[in-house]
């Protein structure tokens, strides 16, 4: 009976090793079955088994950047990238806005150990610089029009961290066409590729042309976004009374409206803010000290909507 | 779902970065057509080749269109999205127009989305708009009024009649009946 287990058990990790052949067997199978072949030979299995075993004491390959393959053309994937964006690229901008500074120093360094001299020694360096002033230009002014400046500078550290914009550059394409030392290549990187990028736009064609990129890529990213989630004062209670003494109302009332499970797990208390028997505005929270800051940020939303808006 | 779906990976439809918010991109990055000079299963992608790559790549500026011919080994299609994603697809034995057909849908496609199972065919990051509910949500207007202790709102929401009145209700509309049974004779 033992004997029996035993030798069942060899069958099942046999299996489970032909299981991960059968895909190659299968593929094979069919090919046969053109060719009119009546089976599977007795080598195959095996064979198939030791290059896996090999394949796999090897470890996983190492990654490798894209342009170290055959199949790469920087030219071709330049016009590409280009088009994709539907753009106006200076061929030679472009190239530069790609271009990072450790990897112009590199190379500059390579050809003068061959004795030859490089003529200009070009980076993106600049590019970075006019690109970010461009992206925080266009989202103040878009935001300015409904938010004040506290709410605009969330959204536009928001919009301009590294991340997003990072992701904003691998997400149009600049992760195989960057040239950097670095690989894989750092967030840093193509964010700041991506902003080069945008003073690429505004040099090849206008200053019109890099706000419609900056509003299309960035400013996009707040499709379905709250501007007050992104926006998290520390103390919105102490905000709000601020606020409301810069309009000369300096008494504010906090009173308990409802509470509800006092002492369980699920206490709910709904704190109303109000001047003057007028309700400023109004939140609820697990105890009173969060549910008036709650209701103070609902007080603060409703004094933003209804501020006449700047144009 | 049937049981040939069980192991797909399950997943939502998605935008990558808010495609086509602003402007659209199309999400191919790049396409490697690989194929064999002389061997008969390339046929279709070497025809493909000769009369509607020219056109393909005119119509397709943003995709890098790359051939590598290899001798003796099928013909293959291999696919680059933005996200990173690599798409293989072999295409022994495909015509000319099976192959244009399929280049179009790597076209049109934002990832790869073989061996994925779309969980329903619409998403919302939002599916609340109300927020979340609280007791006070759908609270009566009229106990902003009402003064306490009540009478009436202390009383339990169903009626409170108990089934031994119940019976003596039935008993006197019985006799009732029986009464009006009597004088119709």
């Known amino acids: 009976m033992i004997y029996f287990k035993k030798k069942e058990k060899q069958k099942m990790s046999f299996y489970k090793h032909s299981f991960k052949l059968l895909k190659n067997v299968t593929s094979r199978a069919c090919y046969w079955n053109r060719l009119e072949t009546r089976q599977i030979h007795r080598w195959v299995a095996p064979t198939l088994k030791v290059l896996k075993h090999r394949r796999d004491s090897l470890g996983p390959e190492p990654q490798k950047p894209r342009s170290s393959f055959i199949e790469w053309n920087y030219e071709a994937e330049l016009f590409a990238f280009g088009k994709r964006l539907g753009d106006e690229f200076d061929k030679k901008l472009l190239h530069q806005a790609l271009t990072s500074r450790e990897y112009a120093n590199l190379k500059e360094f390579q050809a003068q150990e061959k004795g030859i001299e490089l003529t200009d020694n070009v980076h993106n360096d600049e590019l970075i610089q006019e690109g970010e002033e461009i992206i925080l230009k266009t989202i103040k002014e878009e935001y300015k029009k409904d938010y004040p400046e506290d709410l605009v500078n969330a959204v536009c550290n928001y919009l301009t961290s590294e991340d997003m914009l990072g992701s904003l550059g691998k997400g149009i394409g600049l992760k195989d066409i960057v040239l950097t030392n670095e690989f894989p290549v750092e967030t840093k990187t193509l964010s700041n590729a991506f902003k080069a990028i945008v003073a690429t736009v505004q040099r090849s064609s206008n200053s019109a042309s890099a706000q419609k990129f900056v509003q299309d890529f960035v400013l996009a990213q707040m499709n379905g976004k709250d501007v007050y989630e992104i926006w998290n004062p520390a103390e919105p209670y102490k905000y709000l009374t601020e606020l409301l003494n810069e309009k000369g109302i300096t008494s504010i009332e906090p009173r308990l409206c409802n509470e509800s499970a006092k002492n369980t797990i699920l206490a709910c208390f709904q704190v109303g803010l109000y001047s003057d028997k007028k309700l400023l505005g109004i939140g609820w929270g697990e105890n009173v000290d969060i549910a008036k800051e709650t209701a103070a940020l609902d007080a603060i939303q409703r004094i933003h909507k209804n501020q006449p808006k700047t144009q | ?185």
């Not at chain 2, 943003?62 to 697809?89: C, F, T």
């Not at chain 2, 609270?139 to 169903?158: G, H």
């Open chain 2, 1 to 185: 779902m049937s049981n040939s779906h069980l192991f797909l990976k399950p997943g939502f439809i998605n935008v990558p970065l808010q495609n086509g918010v602003g402007r659209y991109v199309s999400q191919l990055q790049r396409v490697v057509l690989k194929f064999c000079k002389n061997n008969g299963s390339s046929r279709g992608m070497r025809e493909f080749i000769e009369s509607g790559l020219v056109n393909f790549a005119k119509e397709n500026p943003g995709v890098v269109v790359y051939l590598k011919p290899r001798r003796h080994r099928s013909a293959v299609i291999k696919a680059e999205y933005l996200n990173g994603d690599e798409q293989w697809m072999s295409c022994r034995n495909s015509t000319q127009e099976e192959i244009s057909k399929w280049l179009n849908l790597l076209v049109c496609q934002s990832k790869n989305h073989t061996g994925t199972r779309i969980r329903k065919l619409w998403h919302t990051d939002h599916p609340s708009i109300q927020g979340p509910w609280t007791p006070f949500t759908f609270r009566d207007p009229k106990l902003n009024l009402a003064t306490f202790p009540n009478e009436e709102l202390a009383k339990p929401k169903d009626s409170d009649v108990s089934n031994h009145e119940r019976l003596i209700e039935l008993f006197k509309k019985q006799k009732l009946g029986d009464l009006e049974n009597r004088r119709g004779e």
